[in-house]
């Protein structure tokens, strides 16, 4: 992993970063704000204030841009006029507690993510510490209702389509693993599992121009925390509620891997001198792989590996 520079944001939490057709990247933080950072130009402008917390965005053909807002729900975005559009606050009568990411298909189908039925976005680590299981996926057809397509995951997370757009994929973060849904030919409908397993927890996804599924590892797997998936659920409640230094913590790192549709690992690619940790997001464009973070006041561009 060469870095190539740190683009600094007038604010912290760039927790999803995503490139538009024109190659411009839209992140969100912490303050509610939508930013639009010129990458050549290396300047950052606010289009929009979300009132809430944004989360994951999606490009949308027309310009506009999906928002996750974590405390709002799914909103869309005109980055020219920063007229912001409610599209959904709940399914069957029960509101998202925490409205992660969303992707759209082709046919204009968007899936969206709700982390957990049980823990707001700020308290992410409750839910990982109880393992609650109770994130779902849901599917919004255009001009139609909300239904859950996957349901009992640990704290869902990013959503991406694969390229050709035969599957649609969720992070399962507190699972360590990626859950897919087959869209198209003889297993459409059906739910898998994408690739298990895995090194760390995986946080937000996205498809490059070349099929690979980039995921952000926020931090390496804790021993400690995988010791207490396995103990009665009254316990696991109990640690959530201990004092915050006496709970498993993240160790600083910044890591991103990328896999391809059969979830083998292609890139492998991992930091632990960059003063940089909790990366959240990494998106592909032009050879470069821009990483955001939940907790950082920047982005960083990295070299792609050839």
């Known amino acids: 992993m060469t870095l190539l520079r740190r683009i600094p ?6 927790e999803d970063v995503v490139a538009d057709s024109e190659g411009t990247l839209y992140t969100g933080l912490d303050d509610g704000s939508i930013l639009a950072v010129d990458v050549e130009a290396a300047t950052v402008r606010s289009v929009a204030h979300t009132g809430g917390r944004p989360l994951g965005l999606h490009p949308l053909p027309d310009g506009r841009l999906l928002v996750c807002d974590a405390q709002r729900g799914l909103l869309r975005l005109d980055p020219d006029s920063g007229r912001i559009d409610t599209l959904l606050t709940e399914v ?7 409205c992660s990411n969303a992707a759209t298909a082709a046919d204009g189908t968007t899936y969206v993510s709700d982390s957990s039925r049980r823990f707001s976005l700020d308290h992410w680590k409750g839910d990982l510490l109880e393992h609650s299981g109770t994130g779902r996926l849901i599917r919004l057809p255009p001009g139609g209702e909300p239904e859950v397509i996957l349901d009992g995951l640990q704290f869902a997370n990013r ?4 390229a050709d757009g035969s599957f649609v994929t969720v992070a399962e973060t507190g699972g360590y693993r990626l859950r897919r849904v087959h869209l198209t030919g003889p297993r459409a409908g059906q739910a898998d599992v994408l690739t298990d397993n895995l090194p760390g927890f995986p946080d937000n996804l996205s498809t490059g121009s070349d099929g690979l599924i980039w995921i952000a590892m926020a931090a390496p797997r804790d021993p400690l925390l995988d010791r207490l998936h396995r103990f009665h659920p009254v316990l696991r409640k109990a640690i959530w509620r201990v004092p915050p230094r006496f709970q498993p913590d993240a160790r600083p790192t910044a890591w991103a891997l990328a896999v391809d549709v059969e979830g083998r690992v292609v890139h492998d690619m991992q930091r632990g001198d960059l003063h940089y940790r909790m990366v959240t997001s990494a998106c592909a464009v032009g050879g470069r792989l821009y990483l955001g973070s939940l907790v950082e006041n920047a982005l960083l561009e990295i070299a792609l590996p050839s």
């Not at 944001?9 to 760039?14: A, D, R, S």
């Not at 959503?159 to 694969?162: C, H, I, M």
């Open 92 to 98: 069957r009568g029960e509101r998202l507690t925490c």
């Open 9 to 14: 944001l007038p604010g912290t939490g760039p």
């Open 159 to 162: 959503v991406t389509l694969a």
